[in-house]
């Protein structure tokens, strides 16, 4: 791992949308020629990349006839396999047309749900074809300006309802998709519904089929709502529903910036490395960002390999840290230990109850315990600086 080359073993992954990002922004123009999927998904292959993810218009333009339809299927199977390349998620394009100028599953028009509908089937169909197993939904424009249109609790019945529809079409067909709803807290709308993975995780367990369903959580998301990434992960992975991951970088608290992974919030992008490999997640290290747009088509190149290198590196510093004699020796000190007390706590009994109300501490005692965090975070950052 050394030299920081990234394999097909290590499973990076990244979206078509992320390499064919032509630069455009609300205040300006593209700054780069488009690219067309198929050299894409070679390009990506040639360096190493595992997967590339796709919505639906990505690949296949919206509203193109059958037989185009059936080049380009053609075409990318003939790509992934000649360049080792897998289909690692699919996902649907519910934001781009201007049928979808007030949702796709939250629309007040059936028709436009219906639409939204038949839209994700074809492409869960295609995804299935290219042999992808996971299903990502981005609800951009689920969301509001105008609170006096739309109540939050009706929307969150029609998207539901569309989960459910969906979930059972998977079940149906026999496709072995496992569905992760992705949370943003604004942009392109006022306000998004579903704004962080905590929604998110308690949403999914109003659903028919809870099982098939978890959390895409983005870096740039969680920290545009301010709130840490790492735990943001870490609560999904724990509650067994991180099913797919974004990572990108984003200065918090401003519109979504898609930056380079790694390129901000190093310490607490390094806890996300290393919550992924100390658990062994089996998902896909998946990048889901953008190059900036003052970049060239070269430049583009090198996002993707400044992306999966940066990862490689923190890796190596999550191995660092795990061996770390001085910072496993604070964590050792800090965590204490009292097996009859966590017997107690473990599970509720009336006479572990009984033995807790009766229990004398000395909570002066207790508080005198040294907790060397100023140690321990200098030691992390050195680490990080790479001074160790
Ligand atoms: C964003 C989103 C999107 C989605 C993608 C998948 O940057 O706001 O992350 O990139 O992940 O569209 O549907
Ligand atoms: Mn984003
Ligand atoms: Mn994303």
Redesign the pocket.
């Known amino acids: 791992m050394a030299s920081f080359k990234p394999k097909k073993e290590h499973r990076f992954s990244f979206?078509l949308?992320c390499t064919a990002n032509r630069g455009r922004d609300p205040f300006g123009e593209e700054t780069r020629a488009r690219l067309d999927p198929i050299t894409n998904i070679k390009e990506l292959g040639k360096r190493n990349v595992y997967g590339f993810?796709y919505?639906d218009d990505d690949l296949i333009p919206f509203g193109a006839n059958l037989q185009l339809r059936n080049k380009i299927i053609k075409q990318t199977k003939q790509v992934m396999k000649d360049y080792n390349i897998v289909c690692s998620m699919a996902?649907?394009?519910l934001?781009y047309h201007r049928i979808f100028k007030d949702g796709a599953f939250t629309s007040h028009d059936p028709k436009v749900r219906a639409f939204a509908l038949q839209k994700v089937m074809k492409n869960m169909d295609l995804g299935a074809e290219f042999g992808a197993n996971t299903y990502?939904?981005?609800g951009?424009r689920e969301g509001a300006e105008v609170d006096a249109a739309k109540t939050p609790e009706e929307a969150i019945k029609r998207y539901r309802e569309c989960m459910n529809f969906l979930c059972a079409y998977s079940r149906k067909q026999g496709y072995k998709f496992r569905f992760a709803i992705?949370p943003?807290p604004n942009?392109p709308r006022g306000d998004i519904y579903f704004a962080t993975a905590g929604h998110v995780l308690a949403f999914i367990e109003t659903l028919d089929y809870p099982d098939m369903v978890g959390v895409?959580p983005?870096i740039?998301?969680s920290r545009m709502a301010g709130l840490n990434t790492y735990h943001d992960f870490a609560q999904a992975m724990e509650a067994g529903k991180l099913y797919h991951v974004?990572l990108g970088a984003q200065k918090p608290n401003r519109f979504?910036q898609?930056l380079r992974f790694g390129s901000e919030d190093i310490k607490e992008t390094f806890f996300v490395v290393k919550l992924l490999e100390d658990n062994n997640w089996a998902g896909t290290r998946n990048f889901?960002e953008h190059p900036y747009r003052s970049e060239d088509e070269k430049g583009v190149w090198n996002f993707v390999e400044g992306s999966m290198k940066t990862y490689l590196i923190l890796w190596d510093k999550v191995n660092q840290f795990n061996k770390d004699k001085k910072i496993q020796q604070i964590l050792k000190d800090i965590h204490g230990s009292d097996p009859a007390l966590e017997g107690i706590m473990k599970h509720f009994s009336s006479e572990g109850a009984d033995k807790l109300r009766k229990q004398a501490f000395d909570p002066m005692a207790i508080s005198k315990k040294r907790l060397p965090y100023e140690e321990l975070d200098q030691r992390v950052q050195e680490l990080l600086m790479g001074v160790h």
Do not use: I, L, Q, R
Request: aromatic share 18%.
């Open positions: 979206g949308w993810n919505h996902t649907t394009n934001f990502v939904f981005w951009g992705e943003k942009e895409n983005e740039e998301h974004d979504d898609d889901d």
